[in-house]
């Protein structure tokens, strides 16, 4: 529904938006829409990656392995790599944006926020995602100027999640499956 045109404009308006002028919880609409078919086989949401979740773990024993890190195992690895941000649609736990980088400035914490405006509301733009609230955490990135800024220009408001309670940026903390003290992981929704 969010990504459907209007007939009558040949714009796409978004699915709070349409929620919203209809008076119905995303929630509900959502719920219709998960109903499957029996024979549909059921897979982990988001993206999928480069390789399956076996393949992976195998790369990730063999640099485990080769790495000067003895006796860390995959948490050390997995900090030498990137820091992720994420972005996820609290109602389904729909990963709407993704991002790796080697840096964990508010820069690169935007960058899922705008992937998810781009996918939900079609374009990047002042007001374009009015109605929209972020749920994050206090983290530096996500209390900066910069960042409060650029969602206060879109239109989204911010809604930070309460100090020392990861629970409460626990739709995002759940799909990255990592505990809140690991800095390297952020996540927003």
Sequence with gaps: ?????????????????????WSVSRASVYRSLKETPPNTIARRPGPVGACSDSELADHIRQQIAASRLHGEGYRKLWALRAYVFVAVEHANSEVVGIHAARSANRFEALEPVRQGVHRCFGSIAPGVARGLMLRHDHGSNYMSGDFQEEIECLGIEASPSFVREP???????????????????????
Excluded: W
Excluded at 167 to 189: L, M, T
């Design 1 to 21: 529904m969010s990504q459907t045109l209007s007939p009558s404009s040949a714009r796409c308006y978004g699915l709070a938006r349409v929620a919203r002028v």
């Design 167 to 189: 629970q409460g940026n626990g739709v995002a903390e759940r799909f990255i499956r990592i505990s809140h003290g690991d800095v390297q992981v952020k996540g927003s929704y």
